[in-house]
């Protein structure tokens, strides 16, 4: 029988998934299939029962269908219990089937080796924000910075996880120089959101790695303002790309290649391929 697997969402269309996906399949020989599905709000349930009904071997959700999903699932793996969130569902050969998030790791393995004593200052405080913090505690980074404009919401999501610390926007671009990697998650910068930069650069540390998680534009005014400074900038197609590697390799327990597919991706957006 032949597999298939979906991504879920409302809207659905914009989604490269289908293209990442089944280019990883046809490059593995595999006699299978990856299709978009939009839902309709208050249709979540009966697009489950479906999915599960006609063999679905695995799907993808993307929002807004991420924390509501959860209910519909026998089974809900740390990755995503720590965040409240599922992106990737794996039907076990038990016929259970699992969410996961792939989303934090996804995006620290796009920024390439790393020395688990990095600092790390994380700008946002939003569920994306969430997902990259869990996945930093799980892999045992022991220095994580949060700041967010409003300090008291990078404060509770330092208590709910338990795990780093947090402090406001200004202390964040006064000590800026002491950190490795600066991460910006919030939705400034997204393409037709007008840019206000979240903190400065100027004190930036020589060599840091500067990561935006926006990918559409490929150089966001965040990642052009870092680039004056001369540092390594990364966009959000690597954490793209990889959440959609792993949860290829959880559904057919082969690692695709990434590299590959964000030069693809890179070429499609009309960029060039530059994190890396």
């Not at 559409?216 to 954490?239: C, D, H, Q, S």
Request: charged share 20%; aromatic share 8%; net charge negative.
């Amino acid at each position: 029988m032949k597999k298939w697997f979906a991504v879920i969402g409302n809207p659905i269309g914009h989604s490269v998934s289908p293209f990442m996906h089944d280019s990883w399949l046809q490059e593995h020989n595999m006699d299978a299939t990856y299709i978009p599905i939009q839902v309709e709000e208050g249709k979540l349930a009966e697009a489950v029962n479906a999915l599960k009904l006609l063999g679905c071997s695995g799907w993808n959700v993307t929002v807004p269908y991420k924390e509501a999903i959860i209910p519909f699932l026998d089974e809900i793996d740390q990755s995503a219990t720590g965040i409240g969130a599922v992106n990737t569902v794996v039907k076990t050969k038990e016929g259970r089937f699992v969410g996961y998030n792939t989303d934090g790791l996804g995006f620290i393995q796009s920024l390439g080796p790393l020395h688990i004593e990095n600092r790390i200052l994380l700008l946002g405080a939003g569920g994306a924000a969430r997902g990259i913090v869990h996945a930093f505690k799980q892999l045992g980074f022991t220095n994580i910075t949060i700041a967010n404009r409003t300090y008291a919401n990078a404060e509770k999501l330092v208590e709910e996880l338990q795990y780093g610390e947090a402090i406001t926007l200004q202390e964040a671009e006064a000590g800026l120089g002491k950190f490795d990697i600066i991460i910006q998650t919030t939705p400034q910068g997204m393409k037709n959101n007008t840019a206000i930069l979240p903190i400065q650069l100027n004190h930036i540390k020589n060599h840091a790695i500067v990561a935006d998680i926006v990918y559409n534009p490929l150089v966001t005014p965040f990642l052009e303002e870092a680039k004056k400074y001369e540092v390594r900038t990364i966009n959000g197609l690597g954490m793209l790309v990889h959440q959609g590697a792993i949860a290829f390799s959880y559904w057919n327990g082969i690692m695709p290649n990434t590299d590959r597919m964000v030069e693809r991706l890179t070429e499609q957006l009309g960029g060039n391929y530059v994190n890396r």
